[in-house]
């Protein structure tokens, strides 16, 4: 991780050379030099982060590395900021003898310091060559002592739980005899038992009686073609070994080739990471052709590679199974789960360990054989911290130990180099919590760890980093909640990673010195004294959670010279609603110098306690500022002079005045305003935005508060959500319609839409073409009389209708939406009785909820009405008699939720005593359904 650290310095020295700062020549070419010496290292630190974990003196050399190149940072960015304040008081005072003498002084003392910097570089470099530490290029490490994950087909787990349903559908597929070649894939996370269930079907009795000749073979990271190839053959073909040994490639491919269309073999290829790697093997296998019955079964954690072939996803263990399992291997000599209740607190204590474990086969494994003759009160003492069990090795055996870090590491390790501090970052985030994408995304930008050398034209930043989350979820290192299609620009909504994996990433994060985290519920990390502790000790990113007032007086502990070594100050949520106060002086703005992150959540700055904030100006690196919940009557003015500042949230809690300084900010590519409840603004001026030359996303604009014009100005606008009085409409619809969007989603708040030309600005709405997603909370009444629906928004995904008191049946103009997927009509959004959802209406609806619609008794869906449609919701339609007919006819309906509804109501869909409902007929079909 010391090459991923490196990366970044160079990427920074290159950044600050190209600012706007002036620069001595001799300085700028003593931070070239640096840049230099830093790349050539980066080409030595390949080899040397892979030798670190086994050899004490490489780890030594690899953590000094890391310290010069951060100590290289703050050397130049410290100097850069004298030149400013000195060049803005050259300005203002002529240049007096007493500050040339200042300045030179200064460019003595830098020179200094870059030259030691480089001298114990070299040093290093040296060292490293000596040891034997090679110059490898493009991450060849071949020669690597590296121990790598090895399944066998004989080794067959004893304790195996749970997954018949998924073992008898996979036998199935296998004993059916296509005419085609299958490839089968099993996909899941590290330690989910991909290879458990894959052993169990290769050796499956009727699996075993089906095939005529079998093969299992393991894909270790270290892939070598032939060495795996021949093995599938020897062991499909044992009789001619010594002859396969012998083969040249081409001869070895084609017999295997065809081996496998007049044979009908059984072929289970182990734990395969890359596609790269299963190109390489493919010519080997007649996929797509016609055999007498051959198959081939991967196991992958990597969703692409799955996708060569029939996916099945792994599921997670149930409560249930994960209990069973847990028994077993805590009672190995065969105590049944259910003698286990003659102490019965150790079935609640088993259960919730099961829960910690997420229902991963390979975690409750392990703690059971921590459990394995211990008494109820040992029970007691590991359920209350089971992570450090599985995180630490506490109680296990040395090669148990192993295998749970082993199995987790290898994604890990697996991960391409400008992925694994992106990766580590989610460490930072509690323990199951659901992670805003967005924000993360926005996090990962500023600290750097997203780069632009993987940009494309017309490319974001936040699409590289999309790609970095789907390329982790693809490898099995998360799982995500995907949005609605048109509900953002992003295909996610949250993330949420495996507290195993979590783990991990502390674990990694603090061997590395990436990130520290203190938990003041849970009273985990350190405190930040530098007492016997060296500056590399310390991690330049800090996070802070679970704090309030009663904490202020543990932060006198912190040590200020730590202080002004963070590059990144993270206060997340406090979730149980209070709000906290700023914690004490030591944590005071002016100490942060180089900070590049702030986010503050939840703090209160209201009455007098303002003050910490008045110097947030002096942030001149800050990159991101969020003032997430926090209370805060006024935004400092100061803020203005964050020249750098790339992403500001302002979606605070209460009144905020903000005073007209943000059109000053020429990096902001990416702003929330607060929600449209909570502005303020100096008398009657709006906000200028017309300075943000660089903005790329905005969120919250407000047209009563904002200068529409301003919008045309913005070039670089790809993604907006925005608020529009009627008054307004017609000005943001024309912007909407002459820009190409990414994405934008628009609010629409006022008394009334109607116009006297009737309804013509709904019209208007819905023919807009880059709207994607669309809210009205507005009177709109009537119907409008003329409208020619082709002219209808293709793009147009998602409505919401709040309030809109229709009169007559919307559904007549809505149906007509070509690609709506998600309707949600609410609070008197229909007066009427009766909805029809009409034939061929609503082609591509997905999601339809109707809510508190008081009027409506009828609905009727005609047969080839809604034939997408996935979700099904109807919340207090309290005189609605029955569902309607043509729900039979829904044969792709998933899920139906009935909430809040009359007994009455609910008692026609229910099944009662074994008795169905008189309504119970039409949604049988449906395999999810909540009354």
């Not at 990414?742 to 109607?754: A, F, P």
Request: net charge neutral; charged share 25%; hydrophobic share 40%.
């Amino acid at each position: 991780m010391a090459e991923a650290v490196v990366s970044l310095a160079v990427t920074r020295l290159g950044d600050l050379l190209i600012s706007t700062v002036q620069f001595p020549s001799q300085v700028r070419n003593q931070v070239e030099d640096i840049q230099t010496e830093l790349t050539r290292m980066q080409c030595f630190l390949a080899d040397a982060d892979k030798r670190q974990g086994s050899d004490s003196r490489v780890r030594s050399w690899v953590s000094e590395i890391r310290d010069l190149a951060h100590q290289t940072e703050d050397v130049i960015e410290i100097y850069a900021l004298q030149v400013e304040k000195k060049t803005s008081r050259f300005q203002e005072f002529s240049r007096s003898l007493d500050c040339i003498m200042c300045q030179c002084a200064s460019l003595y003392k830098v020179g200094k310091e870059i030259d030691i910097i480089k001298y114990k570089l070299s040093s290093v470099t040296t060292s490293l060559q000596t040891y034997g530490v090679r110059a490898l290029e493009g991450g060849d490490y071949s020669n690597s002592k590296k121990l790598e994950r090895i399944s066998y087909s004989h080794l067959i787990e004893r304790d195996f739980v749970g997954m018949e349903e998924e073992i008898e559908i996979l036998v199935s597929h296998l004993k059916n005899k296509r005419d085609v070649f299958e490839v089968i894939s099993i996909w899941g996370m590290g330690g989910q038992g991909k290879t458990t269930l894959a052993n169990k079907i290769y050796n499956h009795i009727e699996v075993r009686a089906h095939f005529q000749a079998f093969a299992w073979v393991c894909i270790t990271q270290q892939f070598d073609r032939e060495k795996v190839l021949k093995s599938i053959f020897k062991e499909l073909v044992p009789g001619r070994r010594e002859e396969i040994s012998n083969m040249e490639d081409s001869e070895l491919v084609r017999e295997l080739y065809n081996l496998q269309k007049d044979t009908m073999c059984m072929i289970v290829v182990d734990d395969i990471w890359t596609l790269a790697a299963w190109e390489c093997i493919r010519p080997a296998f007649p996929v797509g052709e016609e055999t007498i019955g051959s198959k081939i079964l991967l196991t992958t954690r990597i969703g692409s590679v799955a996708g060569v072939g029939s996916m099945y996803k792994l599921r997670s263990l149930t409560e249930k199974e994960g209990l069973l399992l847990l028994f077993r291997k805590a009672f190995p000599e065969g105590v049944d789960a259910k003698e286990t209740r003659t102490v019965p607190e150790i079935e609640d204590i088993g259960r919730n360990m099961v829960q910690k474990c997420q229902g991963l086969p390979l975690a409750i494994s392990t703690i059971g054989g921590i459990l394995k003759g211990k008494v109820l009160r040992d029970w007691e003492l590991i359920n209350k911290d089971i992570s450090q069990y599985l995180s630490r090795g506490e109680g296990l055996k040395e090669d148990e130990y192993f295998k749970v870090r082993q199995v987790l590491a290898l994604s890990y390790d697996n991960l391409p180099l400008c992925m694994r501090h992106c990766f580590l970052y989610l460490g930072n985030f509690k323990e199951d919590e659901k992670i805003y994408v967005e924000e993360l995304y926005l996090l990962w930008i500023a600290e750097g760890l997203v780069t632009s050398n993987d940009q494309t034209e017309g490319e974001m930043m936040l699409d590289v980093a999309e790609r970095y989350m789907v390329e982790m979820v693809q490898r099995s290192l998360l799982e995500v909640d995907q949005r609605d299609v048109g509900e953002s620009w992003s295909i996610f909504r949250t993330c949420r990673v495996h507290d195993l994996i979590r783990d991990m990433c502390l674990s990694k994060g603090k061997e590395e010195n990436f990130l520290n985290l203190i938990d003041f519920q849970h009273r985990n990390g350190m405190l930040l004294s530098s007492e016997s502790k060296s500056r590399r000790d310390f991690a330049r990113i800090l996070s802070i959670y679970s704090y309030d007032d009663s904490h202020r007086s543990s932060f006198d502990a912190f040590d200020e010279n730590v202080i002004r070594q963070l590059r990144s100050l993270l206060f997340f949520r406090n979730y149980n609603g209070s709000r906290r106060e700023w914690p004490g002086k030591i944590l005071c703005l002016k100490k942060f110098k180089l900070l590049r992150v702030l986010m503050l959540t939840d703090f209160d700055f209201r009455n007098g306690t303002l003050l910490p904030l008045k110097r947030v100006g002096k942030l001149v690196y800050l990159k991101y500022l969020s003032f997430l919940n926090c209370s805060l009557e006024e935004l400092p003015s100061s803020i203005g002079k964050l020249k750098n500042l790339q992403t500001l949230d302002l979606r605070v809690r209460g009144d905020i005045n903000i005073p007209n300084v943000l059109w000053k900010l020429k990096q902001l590519k990416h702003l929330y305003l607060p929600l449209h409840k909570n502005r303020k603004l100096d008398k009657v001026k709006k906000l200028r935005l017309d300075g943000l030359n660089d903005l790329e996303l905005i969120r919250y604009f407000d047209t009563t508060f904002c200068e529409t014009n301003d919008l045309m100005k913005l070039r670089k606008l790809q993604v907006f959500h925005g608020r529009v009085i009627v008054k307004d409409l017609q000005e943001l619809v024309s912007f909407i319609s002459s820009n190409l969007l990414r994405h934008s989603t628009l609010d629409v708040k006022d008394s009334s839409l109607c116009s006297e030309d009737g309804n013509s600005r709904l019209v208007q709405l819905l023919e807009c073409p880059f709207i994607n997603s669309l809210w009205i909370d507005a009177h709109v009444g009537t119907l409008p009389k003329n409208y020619d629906h082709s002219h209808f928004s293709q793009f147009l995904t998602r409505i919401v209708m709040v309030k809109c008191e229709f009169e007559e049946d919307p559904m007549i103009l809505l149906e007509k939406l070509p690609n709506l997927q998600t309707l949600q009509m609410a609070n008197n959004s229909y007066l009427g009785k009766e909805l029809v959802c009409s034939a061929m209406g609503f082609p591509q609806l997905k999601k339809l909820w109707l809510h508190r619609l008081p009027h409506l008794t009828t609905w009727r869906v005609d047969g080839g009405a809604m034939s997408n449609i996935s979700s099904l919701q109807i919340n207090k339609c309290l005189n609605l008699v029955m569902l309607p007919h043509g729900l039979r006819f829904l044969l792709v309906l998933k899920e139906l939720l009935i909430v809040n509804m009359p007994e009455t109501f609910k008692d026609r869909v229910r099944v009662i005593g074994g008795v169905e409902g008189e309504d119970f007929y039409k949604i049988r079909h449906i395999p999810y359904i909540s009354i």
